[in-house]
């Protein structure tokens, strides 16, 4: 099978050339920028004349606009991105009787209190404009009535790219004192586990007949603050001085989600998929990192 991947350049995009080196489909990794077959995913004949030529019947999604403060005041491109972007890929797959998997964020939810990790079929309440924007990804990619696996998660990092890992190890190596907000709690996400997931669904055929909206992120639940603690004890960064802190001490555009552990029930049992914990995973990249 012949699978696009979009975004190729990105977090997510640089782990899916990684494991898809030992698959047995044909992968095409594209982006906008240069070193990768070009695409512009907002333009909908471009992607039907890049699948039909390479007879493509799957689409993984990795591009985005992920810019959450930016996305406030950055105008309609957020919107273009983020959902008429995934619509159009949905559009294409339909066309080609194939498969998008789409990747979507927790920042869909966080208008209304949570206590309890919030499940696929809950009301999504986002609370800025990438939330929103990437909500109504998820609710055209639907309408088209495409075959899709659409993978919420969140607070992702990796080896590639900026990331919230990478600059935490810089600046727990560097600063005497850092204050990290305590009052938002969610799970860190490994890229490379993200991807080996979708290899795994894709790979082995296990979508079929399984269209919907499934959450992905490690195991466990953090806030920013617990997050930065482990990253500067990994680091054996231990000079630098980690305080708790309220959000509203660093003022920001949009709201963030206060609570966005997502449950994992539904992808676990639907595909068979062992996750990991978040602070194994953590070592993992951080190891790597410093190889």
Known sequence: MNILVTGANGQLGNEMQLVAKDSKDNYIFTDVCDGYEKLDITCLDEIRKVVKKNNVKCIINCAAWTNVDKAETAGDIVETLNATAPENLAKAMKEADGLLVHVSTDYVFGGDPYNTPCKEDQKGTPTGVYGLTKLHGEERIQAVGVNHIILR??????????????????????????????????????????????????????????????????????????????????????????????????????????????????????????????????????????A
Not at 185 to 192: D, Q
Not at 214 to 239: M, P, Q
């Open 153 to 290: 998660t969140a607070w992702l990092y990796s080896e590639f790219g900026h990331n919230f890992v990478k600059t935490m190890m810089n600046l727990t190596a560097t600063k005497p004192q850092l204050k990290v907000v305590f009052d938002q709690c969610g799970t860190p996400t490994y890229a490379g586990d993200l991807a080996n997931a979708i290899f795994d669904i894709v790979e082995n055929r296990k979508y079929e007949g399984k269209s919907g909206i499934y959450h992905f992120s490690n195991e466990g639940v953090c806030s920013w603050y617990d997050f930065t603690i482990k990253i500067a004890e990994l680091a054996g960064n231990r000079d630098c001085d980690i305080q708790p802190c309220h959000s509203d001490e660093f003022p920001s555009p949009v709201k963030r989600p206060a609570y966005s552990v997502l449950d994992k029930t539904k992808i676990k049992e639907t595909f068979g998929i062992r996750i990991p914990y978040w602070v194994d995973s953590l070592k993992i990249c951080m190891k790597n990192l410093n």
